[in-house]
């Protein structure tokens, strides 16, 4: 079974600072996916990377992909109130796979 | 539809009894997705549809959890004889095609077991 442990699983900032969370795993992956989830929604896609060492741009927002597509990370640039949410990485093994996601983190942004 | 549509949104049923779960995907998306969220958890895989292939249903949690889709379009997840460990949000979700094209998820069903 393909775990994706992420990290920190909470964390409470103030309003301006920036901030990093991690998704790893012991496993390879084809692709991995970045998503965000309100309280009450379903969780909505803000990102996809599938080639090792790749980094992708959302704003203030900035993903990379590991070298050997094993872990990712997120990080955010001076964050705000609106990006206060639960932030989940989704692996695929191969295309005909269900996504395995980890458990999360709980992102608090204080005004 | 423009969204993946979940009905009903919350649920609460006593333990023992059979409880029916809805889901209505994007029209045109070929592959639809269950997964469970608990408390503090992640998304639990339950069961994946992809076209007219036979679903890929290991990870129902046990028998009583069952799932069709008809006509290659909504999907009805079916749990028998509830219990309190059933306790949770289920979300449903589809995609254009199975891959990196990312998921489309509905709101989810609250479903409570007392």
């Known amino acids: 079974t393909q775990l994706l442990e992420q990290s920190p699983q909470f964390l409470s900032i103030q309003e301006g600072e920036n901030l990093t969370v991690y998704c790893n795993s012991s496993s390879v992956f084809s692709s991995l996916q970045w998503y965000r989830q309100e309280p009450g929604e379903g969780p909505v896609l803000l990102v996809t990377v599938v080639t090792g060492g790749e980094v992708k741009k959302l704003k203030r927002l900035t993903f990379q992909f590991g070298d050997a597509r094993k872990d990712s990370s997120l990080h955010i640039t001076a964050a705000q109130p609106g990006d206060t949410g639960l932030y989940l990485c989704a692996g695929q093994n191969s295309g005909n796979t269900p996504l395995v996601f980890g458990k999360g983190t709980r992102l608090s942004v204080i005004a | 539809g423009a969204g993946v549509s979940q009905s009903p949104s919350n649920k609460v049923t006593e333990k023992g009894k059979d409880v029916e779960l809805r889901c209505d995907p994007i029209?045109?998306?070929?592959?639809l997705y269950w997964y469970r969220q608990s408390l503090g958890q992640g998304l639990e895989f339950l069961i994946y549809?992809?076209?007219?292939?036979?679903?890929?249903k290991s990870g129902l949690p046990s028998d009583r959890f069952s799932a069709e889709r008809t006509g290659g379009s909504v999907s009805t997840l079916t749990i028998q004889r509830t219990q309190q460990e059933d306790s949770a949000v289920y979300l449903c979700?589809?995609?254009?095609?199975?891959?990196?094209?990312?998921?489309?998820f509905g709101s989810g069903t609250r479903l409570t077991v007392v």
């Open positions: 979700a589809s995609s254009l095609v199975p891959g990196a094209s990312g998921y489309t």
């Open positions: 549809f992809q076209g007219n292939s036979a679903p890929d």
């Open positions: 029209s045109g998306h070929t592959a």
